[in-house]
């Protein structure tokens, strides 16, 4: 079992976190650590136990136990010492469990509704905390990947080394950051080491899929890998395909006290929709023709319906030892994505007793880019019995898209007997705009280890946002200029038990800038909040496992909830559109356990209960109520064994059970969407290098609605979908 715990001193537990090259470094950094204590004080140096799977932040880790991550605190730390509720997926359960998407693999982690619209090929739906984390909650090393409207970025788990999701108010270092939490995807990076990994597969639906994991050290100070991905073939919608493709190399090299890398990634996605907004009565329950909308239901139109994405990212992090007590750090990412989708979709009924479903036409062409860079200083530093590390930190990112959105009306499409074909009428624009964001931010943070076991952790930050809208359609009413800015902060409060035991409480603010109009016009003000937290983090002496208990109160102003607005005839006025509201709280308890049980086995656990509620609005009947898709309860566990006996050598099997609770289908909370079960299961067997596995999501075929956005807007929960992976280590 390795560890990385730290004998505790006067100066407190000292987390040491970078990888030691001999005796000689280690000495050297002890020796060089600076203490501003006394002459006559005695100091007795740490007592580290450093082994070969020692994690540090942002790489590998050895099963499903982390230790360590930077999304918390943006320096190396432990996750016990963090005050807020960290989770995070590595990368032994991203390839143990069923998932191909960042939204699938989160399924089993405490806090996160994941998928709420159920099935979608294009886009990552997932909630953190009862609040919607698609815009502002989603990060990739560290750096904020921002996505408005359509000009989003899809990352597939096979690029990436970790998941680490932090729960609640993350503004204090972040900025911009959704209230109820974040994600950040760690990227595949050079280990230094010989690294040579493929595998082909395909699925039940005859998608199938071709990857390669590549890396060498190319001298003593640099290394490189490649890791890239081909997919393509059917789904479970009739009718849907698709094909994408993806690359992304990476580079290192490190010097005596500086390392630099490269990241690099590009991607091609062609496809054809799946899924779909269907409307409740027709999903949840059936419609007055008598029964529900097949699951594999196709409700576009081949020669009309198309969905490309083309996506690039460059970044690069650069990491300098002034000496052994300051670094400094620089963080950048470039990234662009352009996104064209047309064809017809389904909104409500036309004629609800003869199965003829309404559908309206849409197009939008759009292009987002973005530059986003972070510049940080570190400094490590003893005073009398307080251990500091102090960061201050400048960070900059810019914004841009460009959109032209078009709706109009669609012949309708019968669910029980489809006729494909028809001509449908022309779309026209609804939405033309160019929307720029300039954010400027400065932080600091102290996390103090006072007295051996109180962990002090104060952060600051002070934001300024610039946006800019102008509007390409005649009317104009899009176009407006703003500037606000506004101080965040947090501050935690932990004590560090020697058995492992870590209780805490903090509260932290929000502030989340926010670009775009509602669709009459209106720009949309920043979302403001408050989080208070306590829990209590247990890592054990005696045996592999991290188990958290958090409980917490968190509120958002000027929350954003979908535009149902219609005309005289039914049709939505602003397709996709958003208004801003009120008040939003939520309340909750999670409880999360990872542990290694021995003799082969492995535990994944999770239970969270959250009560959200509406506390203030426009319209007062909604005040009190819960907002749609959001569950009350959501719960997971997922047992997994490798057979130990030599008979048995290179088995291992794993089932679980994902449980989702029952959610609001209406604004009204008259409709609900019942509570659904759901059974997954693998099986693998790997030996001298060769491995095959077969996974299977949704084992029993359980059919579900995973949520409602509105009385328009239900998604079915994906089908069993088994995945037969033949791979090969060398």
């Keep these: ?411 309708p499409i019968n669910v029980i007997r489809p006729v494909y074909g028809a001509t449908q009428p022309a779309t026209a624009p609804y939405l033309d705009q160019t929307l720029d964001m300039h954010q400027l931010g400065g932080y600091v943070q102290d996390q103090m280890h006072i007295d051996r076991n109180w962990i002090l952790t104060l952060t600051g930050r002070y934001d300024r946002v610039w946006t800019e809208s102008k509007d390409g359609l005649a009317a104009g009413t899009n176009n407006y200029d703003s500037s606000e800015g506004a101080l965040s902060g947090r501050a935690g409060l932990g004590y560090a038990f020697e058995n492992g035991l870590t209780p805490y409480v903090s509260i932290a603010t929000v502030f989340n800038p926010q670009i775009g109009t509602t669709g009459d016009g209106k720009p949309f003000e920043p979302e403001k909040g408050v989080q208070y937290e306590a829990g209590v983090k247990y890592m054990p002496d005696g045996f592999d496992a991290l188990f958290t208990v958090s409980v917490y109160e968190l509120t958002k102003t000027n929350a954003q909830v979908a535009d149902t607005r219609t005309d005289s005839g039914g049709n939505l006025l602003y397709p996709f559109g958003k208004l801003q509201r009120g008040e939003i709280r939520s309340r909750g308890i999670e409880l999360e356990a990872r542990t290694e049980l021995g003799d082969g086995f492995s535990l994944l656990g999770q239970a969270s209960v959250g009560d959200v509620e509406i506390t203030r609005d426009t319209t007062q009947a909604l005040v009190g109520k819960t907002p749609t898709l959001v569950p009350d309860v959501t719960a997971s566990l997922w047992l997994d064994h490798a057979f130990q006996s030599a008979v048995l050598d290179g088995l291992s099997a794993g089932a679980g059970i994902r449980y989702l609770g029952e959610s609001w289908a209406d604004e009204a909370n008259t409709l609900k969407v019942p509570d659904a079960t759901v059974v997954d299961a693998a099986i693998r067997y790997r030996r001298a290098g060769w491995g095959v596995s077969v996974d299977v999501a949704n084992l029993l075929d359980k059919a579900y609605v995973t949520g409602c956005g509105s009385t328009a807007q239900c998604g079915y929960g994906p089908g069993r979908t088994a995945t037969l992976t033949l791979s090969l280590d060398w």
Excluded: C
């Design 1 to 411: 079992m390795g560890t990385d715990r730290i004998s505790p001193t006067p100066l407190g537990r000292i987390p040491f976190n970078r990888s030691l090259k001999g005796s000689v470094a280690l000495l050297a950094l002890l020796a060089g650590m600076p203490l501003a204590a006394k002459a006559d004080d005695a100091v007795v140096l740490p007592q580290l136990q450093v082994e070969d799977d020692l994690q540090t932040a942002n790489g590998p880790i050895d099963g499903y136990v982390p230790r360590r991550s930077a999304t918390g605190s943006k320096t190396d730390a432990a996750i016990t010492e963090i005050p807020q509720s960290v989770s995070v997926v590595g990368r032994r359960q991203l390839d143990d469990l069923p998932g191909n998407k960042v939204d699938e693999v989160l399924g089993y982690t405490a806090g996160v509704k994941a998928g709420q619209f159920g099935t979608d090929s294009d886009t990552d739906w997932l909630m953190i905390r009862g609040f919607d984390a698609g815009q502002t909650g989603v990060f990739m090393n560290g750096l904020g990947l921002y996505q408005y409207g359509f000009g989003g970025y899809s990352i597939d788990p096979f690029l990436l080394e970790r998941i680490d999701v932090l729960k609640g108010a993350s503004s204090a270092l972040y900025g911009g950051a959704n209230v109820g939490g974040l994600i950040n995807l760690v990227s595949k990076r050079p280990t230094g080491e010989r690294l040579r990994h493929v595998e082909t597969g395909i699925n039940n639906w005859g998608n199938a899929f071709l990857g390669f994991d590549i890396g060498d050290a190319l001298d003593a100070d640099s290394s490189y890998r490649v890791t890239g991905k081909v997919s393509g073939g059917h789904w479970e919608t009739d009718e849907a395909e698709d094909f994408r493709g993806v690359i992304a190399p990476s580079y290192t090299w490190e010097g005596d006290r500086t390392r630099v890398t490269l990241l690099g990634m590009y991607q091609d996605q062609d496809q054809t929709h799946t899924g779909g907004f269907w409307p409740y009565y027709g999903s949840v329950k059936d419609a007055a023709y008598g029964g529900k909308i097949p699951r594999d239901f196709y409700y576009s139109e081949e020669d009309e319906d198309s969905y490309r994405r083309k996506q690039a990212m460059l970044g690069w992090e650069v990491e300098h030892d002034l000496n052994d007590a300051v670094t400094l750090r620089q963080n950048a990412r470039y990234s662009l994505t352009d996104v064209r989708e047309s064809g017809p979709y389904p909104y409500l009924w036309a004629n609800e007793a003869n199965g003829d479903l309404r559908r309206l036409g849409f197009r939008h062409d759009t292009t987002a880019q973005s530059f986003t860079v972070d510049n940080q200083a570190e400094w490590r530093v003893a005073t009398g019995a307080v251990e500091h590390k102090l960061l201050a930190g400048i960070d900059y990112r810019f914004y841009t898209i460009d959109h032209v959105q078009e709706s109009g009306a669609a012949t």
